[in-house]
C-alpha cells in the first residue's frame, strides 16, 4: 500500500528528499506520517500531515524538516535539511485511518518497508 523512495548517503548538513507512494487506499483523505528508526531505538513519528494539510514535527526535526503530500499523486513527501548524523535511521511512510494525524507511530494502520537514510562523512 505504501512504497518510500529516495533514501541515501549524505555528507552533515546536506539534504534529502524522500517520496511515498500510496496505492490501494483512500490516501487523500487518511493523516501519514514518517516515522523513523534508528538501531537499537523505538521508532519515532517526525513529521505528519492530517488530510486538510495541517502538519506538525518531532522537536528533533523542527525547522529542518518539511512534510508534503499531493493528494492527486497520492504521494507524500519529506524534504530534509541541515542534516546530521543523529538523523541516520531508516524512514517509513505511515498511513492511519482516522481524521486527525498521532505522534504515536503504534496509531498506523499501514506502513512502507522502509528507506534508509545514512548521514556520514
Known amino acids: 500500500h505504501l512504497a518510500e523512495n529516495g533514501g541515501g548517503l549524505v555528507e552533515p548538513g546536506g539534504s534529502l528528499t524522500l517520496s511515498c507512494a500510496a496505492s490501494?487506499?483512500?490516501?487523500?483523505?487518511?493523516?501519514v506520517s514518517w516515522v523513523r528508526q534508528a538501531p537499537g531505538k523505538e521508532r519515532l513519528g517526525v513529521a505528519f500531515?492530517?488530510?486538510?494539510?495541517?502538519?506538525g514535527y518531532a522537536d528533533s526535526v523542527k525547522g529542518r524538516f518539511t512534510i508534503s503530500r499531493d493528494n492527486a499523486k497520492n504521494s507524500l513527501y519529506l524534504e530534509m535539511n541541515s542534516l546530521n548524523p543523529e538523523d541516520t535511521a531508516m524512514y517509513y511512510c505511515?498511513?492511519?485511518?482516522?481524521?486527525?494525524?498521532?505522534?504515536?507511530?503504534?496509531?498506523?494502520?499501514?506502513w512502507g518497508q522502509g528507506t534508509q537514510v545514512t548521514v556520514s562523512s
Open positions: 505511515a498511513a492511519r485511518v482516522g481524521y486527525d494525524y498521532s505522534r504515536h507511530p503504534s496509531a498506523y494502520h499501514y
Open positions: 490501494e487506499i483512500p490516501f487523500a483523505v487518511l493523516p
Open positions: 500531515i492530517d488530510g486538510g494539510g495541517i502538519t
